[in-house]
């Protein structure tokens, strides 16, 4: 790395340990994040759009302060019902989102917690309809038009309230359903598509959900802080054996924030 971007805390080994990290220092650890907040890459100057079923008290949640009161959230939208309003809903968002943008020292560091953010919902939480892949669709659209680096997608597809539109695991071959075209078309935008392997492992389904099928998607699946595969986590391969998923993090019993 020959030039990395300005750091607000000193560079020394010595200020990214437990006791700075906090709750979030075994899944920050566990991928050696600390060796890249050492370097200075906290995420400054990236924008990255968070795909999901929404972010309940975000706006409110002291978790969340450095976020807000700096101004980093630039775009919020909810597809769903067409409204900017994406503070409420569900906390599966919140949930994501305080692993990457939280900054409370010696509580909760997350992965980047300088980027800028851009709150997509995309799902109903209540139900499972077709059309939310529309939405995902539209959502990496109006990601895309904004400037975005990285989209990341913790919502999947594979099956809906109406069985009619149900995925047959042959279409998760890369490039067929809606979701999987829409990433694929991102990443050649320049954009990284970063994607759950989804909770199927361990139920009948037992496989990936899409988009996480996408040949250019990095996928992530579920370990647990031994780095064993965890039992939900969506197995791979993709219906024409690329591998997937293409990373795994600690998704068994990991540290988030909900409330205030």
């Known amino acids: 790395v020959s030039n990395p971007p300005p750091f607000s805390h000193p560079v020394n080994a010595s200020n990214f340990d437990e006791s700075y990290y906090g709750a979030a220092w075994k899944q920050i650890h566990q991928c050696k994040g600390e060796f890249l907040h050492q370097l200075g890459y906290m995420g400054e100057n990236i924008l990255i759009a968070m795909l999901d079923v929404g972010f309940n008290t975000v706006d409110n949640n002291h978790a969340f302060d450095s976020l807000i009161s700096n101004n980093r959230i630039i775009d919020t939208w909810n597809f769903v019902v067409d409204t900017a309003h994406v503070f409420g809903y569900s906390n599966h968002g919140t949930n994501v989102l305080s692993c990457i943008a939280t900054e409370i020292p010696s509580t909760y560091i997350g992965t980047a917690p300088k980027a800028l953010y851009a709150l997509y919902l995309t799902d109903d939480h209540n139900t499972e309809q077709y059309t939310e892949i529309d939405n995902w669709l539209a959502a990496a659209e109006r990601a895309d038009s904004i400037g975005v680096d990285i989209i990341s997608s913790s919502v999947g597809y594979n099956t809906f309230d109406n069985p009619v539109h149900n995925f ?93």
């Open 168 to 260: 047959t695991f042959s279409q998760l071959n890369g490039n067929t359903t809606i979701v999987a075209r829409a990433a694929n078309i991102a990443f050649a935008k320049g954009i990284l598509v970063i994607t759950s392997a989804g909770n199927e492992g361990n139920k009948p389904w037992g496989k990936i959900i899409s988009p996480g099928d996408a040949t250019h998607a990095l996928t992530v699946g579920a370990v647990d802080g031994s780095g064993g595969v965890g039992s939900f986590s969506g197995r791979g391969p993709n219906a024409l054996g690329l591998l997937k998923p293409n990373v795994a993090t600690l998704g068994v019993a990991a540290a988030a924030i909900t409330h205030t």
